[in-house]
Structures are given as structure tokens and as C-alpha cells.
């Protein structure tokens, strides 16, 4: 085989490998995931906030 027949089956891996990796999310949609992990940032940074004292970052920016 000629070297450059690998280069363009490594190329062709890529290229597939990308597009699985935008496309496959896409059509199963993240939203489960997305619902779950804003849950638990909220809850993150209301225990944070308690625990500093500050407000929550859902709240806003605070100016200081």
C-alpha cells in the first residue's frame, strides 16, 4: 500500500469521528442531562452562597 492511502484513511476516520461527535448529541438531545446539571449548579452555588455569606450566582452579579 502506498503511505498516503493511510493519511487519507486516517483523514476519513477523522472526519467521521467529528461528525459523530456533533451530530450523535444532537439527534438524542441533551436536554435530561442539561435539566440535572443546572439542578445541581443551583444547588452548588446556593450551598457556596450560605456558606459565604454572599448571594447566590443565579441572582446576579454583585458589585463590591
Same mark, same amino acid.
Given at each position: 500500500?502506498?503511505?498516503?492511502?493511510?493519511?487519507?484513511?486516517?483523514?476519513?476516520?477523522?472526519?467521521?469521528?467529528?461528525?459523530? *461527535?456533533?451530530?450523535?448529541?444532537?439527534? $438524542?438531545?441533551? %436536554?435530561?442531562?442539561? +435539566?440535572?446539571?443546572?439542578?445541581?449548579?443551583?444547588?452548588?452555588?446556593?450551598? *457556596?452562597?450560605?456558606?459565604?455569606?454572599? $448571594?447566590?450566582? %443565579?441572582?446576579?452579579? +454583585?458589585?463590591?
Amino acid at each position: 500500500m502506498e503511505p498516503m492511502h493511510w493519511q487519507y484513511m486516517g483523514a476519513l476516520g477523522g472526519v467521521i469521528g467529528i461528525g459523530w *461527535l456533533v451530530v450523535v448529541p444532537m439527534y $438524542r438531545g441533551w %436536554t435530561s442531562l442539561n +435539566t440535572r446539571m443546572t439542578a445541581r449548579v443551583r444547588a452548588s452555588s446556593t450551598l *457556596l452562597a450560605e456558606c459565604d455569606g454572599a $448571594r447566590p450566582a %443565579t441572582q446576579g452579579p +454583585t458589585l463590591r
